[in-house]
């Protein structure tokens, strides 16, 4: 599979952004979807990941403002960001599991978001 984010750019503090990523070359459902995030001179870190058991982990510093979803039908991964903080800052990337092979996983190449004034 591969994934091509897009949707990141500058936003003011409080503004939303809507990143995507979207899937080609594999069949979309055999995979489990998440958005992780890597600011400068940090690790990168979970946003937002499905869980085996059907529920969706999220970062405690996005819960209630991000939301993971996905269009099968589009093959294609969404992370809706509201009330955006300087801190959400970082390069987003989109991650792909495979849903019985777990240790297949495949990244995107991320998009930029800053917060900024």
């Known amino acids: 599979v591969q994934l091509v984010e897009s949707g990141g750019g500058l936003v003011q503090p409080g503004g939303s952004l809507r990143l995507s990523c979207a899937a080609s070359?594999?069949?979309?459902?055999?995979?489990?979807m998440g958005w992780y995030r890597q600011a400068p001179g940090k690790q990168r870190e979970l946003v937002a990941e499905?869980?085996?058991?059907?529920?969706?982990n999220y970062a405690d510093s996005v819960k209630g403002r991000f939301t993971i979803s996905r269009d099968n039908a589009k093959n294609t991964v969404y992370l809706q960001m509201n009330s955006l903080k300087p801190e959400d800052t970082a390069l987003y990337y989109c991650?792909?599991?495979?849903?019985?092979?777990?240790?297949?996983?495949?990244w995107g190449q991320g998009t930029q978001v800053t917060v900024s004034s």
């Open positions: 991650k792909a599991t495979h849903r019985l092979v777990r240790s297949y996983v495949v």
């Open positions: 070359g594999s069949i979309f459902r055999l995979y489990s």
């Open positions: 499905p869980t085996n058991g059907g529920s969706t």
